[in-house]
């Protein structure tokens, strides 16, 4: 079945550390996203990108790096720049282009610090 | 900028019983609408879409939506809700055009009594 993967499910972090969360998806889709979510706040865009080599800041992108050197992958970096990491973590994917085609969710990722 | 409003940050309902939730957005135009649905420690799946045409959409799991112009709020419906139900919505709203960003409110937790 196509899906979105995210891993690890369940991810610490130490004061000082990068972590990289991964986001996998094989649904042939060009548009992939990273949200963060906190209780009380919705969800809110870190980074997304359009095409391959190519992803744009959202909202809230500092102490956060991406890449996206395949189709199919959308790493996201939480550096130690980003002081309060704690969260949880949501990628999504989509059809290029002005379309009606809703964004698919990952299961996600929570990160905690030690 | 878009920007979605959920006045309710949480609803308590009789299993049986109707439900409405409550989103307002604002947005220069006619947006694209979602309601999605998040379980506890899980990814969000998309209830119900609204991008142009009839103003009440039906969704998954027996849900609807009816987009008021006038009014600027996508408000969600169930005759009947489940214990199943039980989980938390969040209303977004997606401006028009390449980029394919969402906006999401806040959500609103809802519980089932029985």
């Known amino acids: 079945d196509g899906g979105i993967t995210q891993s690890p499910k369940y991810l610490f972090r130490k004061e000082g550390q990068n972590v990289t969360l991964s986001c996998e998806q094989n649904?042939?889709?060009?548009?992939m996203y990273w949200y963060r979510q906190d209780p009380g706040q919705g969800l809110r865009l870190i980074y997304y990108?359009?095409?391959?080599?190519?992803?744009q800041k959202g909202d809230i992108a500092e102490g956060y790096s991406v890449s996206r050197e395949k189709k199919e992958s959308f790493p996201l970096t939480v550096t130690s720049a980003q002081k309060n990491p704690t969260a949880f973590y949501l990628c999504?994917?989509?059809?290029?282009?002005?379309?009606?085609?809703?964004?698919?969710f990952g299961d996600g990722t929570r990160l905690s610090i030690l | 900028a878009q920007s979605v409003t959920q006045p309710d940050i949480h609803i308590t309902v009789s299993e049986g019983a109707s439900l409405e939730l409550r989103c307002n957005y604002s947005?220069?135009?006619?947006?694209?609408l979602f309601w999605y649905v998040q379980s506890p420690g899980q990814g969000l799946q998309l209830l119900l879409k609204?991008?142009?045409?009839?103003?009440l959409v039906q969704g998954i799991k027996g849900f609807e939506a009816e987009f008021k112009r006038s009014q600027s709020s996508f408000n969600l419906r169930k005759p009947s809700v489940h214990w199943s139900d039980a989980a938390e919505y969040f209303c977004?709203?997606?401006?028009?055009?390449?980029?394919?960003?969402?906006?999401f409110g806040s959500g609103t937790q809802l519980t089932v009594l029985p």
């Open positions: 999504a994917s989509t059809w290029g282009g002005d379309n009606n085609q809703p964004q698919h």
């Open positions: 649904l042939n889709h060009d548009a």
């Open positions: 990108s359009q095409i391959v080599n190519d992803f």
């Open positions: 947005y220069g135009a006619t947006p694209y």
């Open positions: 609204y991008f142009s045409g009839d103003t």
């Open positions: 977004a709203v997606g401006a028009r055009g390449s980029a394919r960003q969402l906006t």
